[in-house]
Nanobody, 123 residues
């Protein structure tokens, strides 16, 4: 079955960096877009970034643009989220997800989800 496994979360100081990984398995994702979402306590899950497996085209939420970078290693079926200049408001559970290429970034359009990895930012 399809499985997305996130890793790399942890505790960092404000201004620090962290790299999240998402290992994907169970199917071919060539026609899919991989996305990162985050959810803080009491808040809705929000889009962070996405990347197309096939083209490498990326998209970012305005709140993380210029600070976060999404990338992928197709040979390893792994997607990364490099997070720099972390702010306390970045603290959340970060989820990896996959959707068909021609769907929007709405969480409802993502077919597969990982279990999440916690990112905590201290100040």
């Amino acid at each position: 079955q399809v499985q997305l496994v996130e890793s790399g979360g942890g505790l960092v100081q404000a201004g620090g960096s962290l790299r999240l990984s998402c290992a994907a398995s169970g199917r071919t994702f060539s026609s899919y877009v991989m996305g990162w979402f985050r959810q803080a306590p009491g808040k809705e899950r929000e889009f962070v970034a996405a990347i197309s497996w096939s083209t490498g085209t990326t998209d970012y939420a305005d709140s993380v643009k210029g600070r976060f970078t999404i990338s992928r290693d197709n040979a390893k079926n792994t997607v990364y989220l490099q997070m720099n200049s972390l702010k306390p408001e970045d603290a959340a559970v970060y989820y990896c997800a996959a959707r068909p290429r021609f769907a929007s970034h709405s969480p409802g359009n993502y077919d597969y989800w990982g279990q999440g990895t916690q990112v905590t930012v201290s100040s």
